[in-house]
Nanobody, 121 residues
Framework: VQLQASGGGLVQAGGSLTLSCAAS????????MGWYRQGPGNQRQLVAT???????NYADSVKGRFTISRDNAKNAVSLQMTSLNVDDTRVYFC????????????????WGQGTLVTVSS
């Protein structure tokens, strides 16, 4: 199983950007998908998550500005980011949790590679 993230780049403050992540491999289903970003000390901080049923959870700092969505059929998750500010400049990572493999068995989590978002003032 691999997660491929894309969509990072440079944007001016106040602008918008959409990140996308697709999981590939022998996947039956995925419970939760989400986005995290690198914070102080290289810790990955939650940005937003979405369950298979569509329930969402957001960090307080992005509520009202970011929207997470997923396509279960494509095992994909997106993060629409609006009203970006310089504090949103980070490396963003997608994550899949609770993966049922198509051949049987489960995997706890997978991470995608990071994608850099840079917001200029």
């Amino acid at each position: 199983v691999q997660l491929q993230a894309s969509g990072g780049g440079l944007v001016q403050a106040g602008g918008s950007l959409t990140l996308s992540c697709a999981a590939s491999g022998s996947i039956g289903s995925i419970n939760d998908m989400g986005w995290y970003r690198q914070g102080p000390g290289n810790q990955r901080q939650l940005v937003a998550t979405v369950s298979r049923s569509g329930s969402t959870n957001y960090a307080d700092s992005v509520k009202g500005r970011f929207t997470i969505s997923r396509d279960n059929a494509k095992n994909a998750v997106s993060l629409q980011m609006t009203s970006l500010n310089v504090d949103d400049t980070r490396v963003y990572f997608c994550k899949a949790v609770g993966i049922r493999l198509s051949g049987g068995g489960w995997r706890s989590e997978y991470w995608g590679q990071g994608t850099l978002v840079t917001v200029s003032s």
